[in-house]
């Protein structure tokens, strides 16, 4: 019978987005996949996929009810190992698999950026804070992806089996890369931009963290010096039509796309030249590391995933204190030199390698293959003393 692993997440669309290489690398040891989150969408790789009621407000009364399917599902299942991520995917799967852990069963969870971190709010810091500091001895594995978290958890003494840092959930290189400028021009024509544009990015959701009003603010500081640029935003949310309506308050919607949901981000990034950061929050953000990937200079606002990435005058800059004055001369000090711009794409380039997706599946699978040894040498030693 084959060893079973459990994936648990919020949301389905979560091992989309981040985790099919490493669900496809369970299926290729011979591992059956299950994966538990809200949604019914089809994923591959899976075996068995169970949808939850799990909200991601940590007080919505669904969650008891996603707490017991959780519980039903894993204690109906001999599972080898249950990896499990966001802050409610990871509160209600180790809270649910505390009997299962009893019998052997490896519980991991991936922290994708605590809630509670320096700068964060005294009532984040007063609700997850203790819920993750609890939660720890209930984990065989803690994984961080940046390294304030892995100093909070290690600093503060989480007691969980190990506490390991990784290099985020991975970028693929190969599908996220550089182009040259004739095909940088001919890409920009036939999106509709003209050669010259100067084009910044940004990918996320509109929300409050996300902040795209700050880049909207800087649009209008820099219209007059670098009137042929362009601010491209991609993705949905419920601030988008305020945004909307704030760019035309500034006086620069022409200079402002709003590009909605896209499949065709490793389209759209190699064409511009500047990649942007609003976000107040980040645990190790996939949208600036896919534009590194991609070769563009960052300018991004102070945050511990931005810092992880970014370094001052090497392949962008942080801005402290969202400083909408200082974004826009260090946009409009890349608008000015392209022996710049082409000094901090290379190396934004040479330092996302570290993130590749083929190297965050090389860090996993050294954390996988050590349950999956110990399972092995579990099972054979009770084989062993059947026969004693």
């Known amino acids: 019978m084959a060893e079973k692993i459990l994936f648990c997440a919020t949301v389905d669309y979560h091992f989309k987005a981040f985790h099919l290489p490493y669900m496809k690398w369970f299926k290729e040891q011979g591992w059956e996949v299950d994966v538990a989150a809200s ?18 407000s940590p007080f919505h009364q669904s969650n008891i009810q996603a707490y017991k399917q959780l519980k039903k ?3 109906q299942n001999n599972y080898s190992i249950i990896h499990c991520h966001t802050p409610l995917g990871g509160v209600l799967s180790r809270l649910a698999a505390r009997k299962a852990r009893k019998k052997g069963t490896k519980v991991i969870y991936t922290a994708h950026g605590f809630h509670f971190c320096k700068g964060a709010s005294y009532m984040n810091w007063l609700i997850y804070y203790p819920i993750e500091r609890y939660l720890a001895r209930h ?12 100093q909070l958890a290690t600093t503060h003494k989480f007691k969980a089996g190990s506490i390991d840092h990784i290099h985020g959930v991975g970028v693929d290189t190969e599908k996220f890369k550089p182009i040259d400028n004739k095909e940088k021009l001919e890409r920009k024509k036939s999106f509709g931009y ?3 544009d100067f084009l910044l990015f940004y990918a996320a959701e509109f929300n409050k963290n996300k902040n795209q009003r700050l880049l909207l603010q800087v649009m209008a500081l820099i219209k007059d010096e670098i009137p042929n640029a ?18 035309k308050d500034l006086g620069i919607s022409q200079m402002v796309d709003f590009l909605g949901f896209r499949k065709d981000i490793e389209q759209l990034l190699p064409m511009c030249d500047v990649a942007v950061g609003s976000s107040f929050r980040e645990g190790l953000p996939v949208n600036i590391m896919e534009a590194m990937a991609c070769g563009l200079p960052v300018v991004a606002v102070d945050n511990r995933g931005h810092r992880e990435l970014v370094s001052n005058n090497h392949n962008g800059w942080i801005v402290l204190n969202s400083d909408v004055v200082e974004f826009a001369y260090k946009v409009m ?5 392209k022996d710049l711009r082409k000094k901090h794409s290379e190396n934004s380039r040479l330092f996302v390698k570290q993130y590749a997706v083929s190297e965050v599946i090389e860090e996993l699978s050294m954390i996988y293959s050590k349950f999956m040894l110990e399972d092995q040498s579990e099972a054979e030693n009770k084989h062993r003393r059947a026969y004693i």
């Open 333 to 337: 000090k890349l608008y000015k030199s």
């Open 39 to 56: 949604g019914n969408m089809d994923l591959p790789f899976t075996d068995n996929k169970y949808h939850i009621d799990i909200q991601r």
């Open 73 to 75: 599902i894993i204690d």
């Open 194 to 196: 003209k050669a010259d």
């Open 230 to 247: 362009k601010l491209l935003l991609a993705g949905e949310g419920f601030l988008m039509e305020s945004c909307r309506q704030l760019a």
């Open 139 to 150: 984990t065989d594995r803690l994984i961080t992806i940046n390294e304030e978290d892995y």
